[in-house]
């Protein structure tokens, strides 16, 4: 039975089909995820030249690279990069495949609290938080746990938060011609924190509004208050 009161679900391991791993993962856990980033890595011949240009960066830094507890950082590295990176190499239509539904449902879905990890372009160094992303279907609508993974699609390349707010809420706009899609994301930025400057704005809220999100501040102010934020905020 269709009910007036929006879906709201709350991301995190069960929405997400790609959770990030424990804090502590298993040794075998971590083997299994190297053997698959390196093939993921053999597969599009890509980041070969990584390890070499790490030695460099390390020398660089004034450290030798042949010491003992650097030996194994070029590699592991690239291994790193090429899962923090792997968004360049998903297919969004394969991440959609059968996964949009032709339903008579026209209320607000809202999935909100989707941590993300991303890497901002100008340092290199993580910016993570929560995005939250709402739409109001217009006869489809998408499998829930493919909104999380279109976060994940976008953030797991090198970006800016502008940008990857504006990427997740274009995509389920082409993709899935609602009626609107709203994206508001919160995050930390290291760059700014470890760094020092402009602490007090070590938190950055970002959103993009289309469709009806944009014309209506009702349908925008009830996505806010799901949210748990206000217009003004
Ligand atoms: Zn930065």
């Known amino acids: 039975m269709i009910t007036a009161a929006p879906i709201v679900l709350r991301g995190g391991w069960g929405a997400r089909v790609y959770p990030h791993p424990p804090a502590t993962p298993s040794p075998q856990i971590w083997r299994l995820q190297a053997a698959c980033y390196d093939a993921v890595m053999d597969a599009h011949d890509a980041g070969s030249q990584i390890p070499e240009a790490i030695r460099t960066l390390l020398a660089e830094l004034g450290e030798d690279p042949d010491r003992e507890g650097l030996l194994g950082t070029p590699d592991r590295v690239r291994r790193m990069y090429a899962e923090l990176t792997d968004g360049y190499r998903t297919d969004p239509q394969t991440l959609l495949n059968d996964a949009a539904f032709d339903v008579d449902y026209d209320e607000m879905v809202v999935v909100r609290d989707i941590e993300f990890y991303s890497l901002c372009e100008h340092h290199l160094l993580p910016f993570f938080g929560k995005a939250h992303v709402g739409y109001l279907p217009s006869g489809r609508v998408i499998g829930l746990s493919k909104i999380p993974r279109a976060v994940d699609m976008y953030a797991h390349r090198l970006q800016v938060q502008e940008r990857l707010t504006q990427q997740v809420a274009t995509f389920l706009m082409e993709r899935l011609e609602p009626k609107g899609v709203a994206c508001v994301i919160e995050a930390t930025h290291l760059c700014t924190v470890m760094r020092g400057v402009r602490k ?23 996505f806010l208050t799901f949210i748990g934020r206000t217009a003004d905020r």
């Not at 007090?200 to 999100?213: H, I, N, R």
């Open 200 to 222: 007090q704005e070590a938190t950055m809220v970002t959103s993009a509004m289309l469709g009806t999100f944009r014309r209506d501040p009702r349908t925008r102010a009830e």
